[in-house]
């Protein structure tokens, strides 16, 4: 088993900028694909950002150029830095760990976060 928990969601002015942290306990975290998910009100839950030692890192169209995914394996833990934050940004972001990244691609994610929320105010 995995644990996730995510932690660093509130409130930011566009054009702000937060850091998401995902801890992650139990199983062996580096040998995961770990990513960023999130969920709009009303909307379905999306990709956002993928890291997977060995593979060049995956983001969305929406936020390529303001959106990083570092990861810090002694430490257990997966960020995802968000700059220049737009209204449209909003949304519950999940952490996820999948084996591969094309079943966490493919929305086949093994564990799951609680989420934290992100809101963006204009």
């Known amino acids: 088993q995995v644990q996730l928990v995510e932690t660093g969601g509130g409130l930011v002015q566009a054009g702000g900028s937060l850091r998401l942290s995902c801890a992650a306990s139990g199983r062996t975290f580096g040998s995961y694909a770990m990513g960023w998910f999130r969920q709009a009100p009303g909307k379905e839950r999306v990709i956002v950002a993928i890291t997977r030692a060995g593979y060049n890192t995956y983001y969305a169209d929406s936020v390529k150029g303001r959106f990083t995914i570092p990861r810090d394996n002694a430490k257990n833990t997966v960020y995802l830095r968000m700059n220049s934050l737009k209204p449209e940004d909003t949304a519950l972001y999940y952490c996820?760990?999948?084996?591969?990244?094309?079943?966490?691609?493919?929305?086949?994610?093994?564990?799951w976060g609680k989420g934290t929320l992100v809101t963006v105010s204009s």
């Open positions: 996820a760990a999948a084996t591969t990244v094309a079943t966490m691609l493919s929305n086949d994610v093994d564990y």
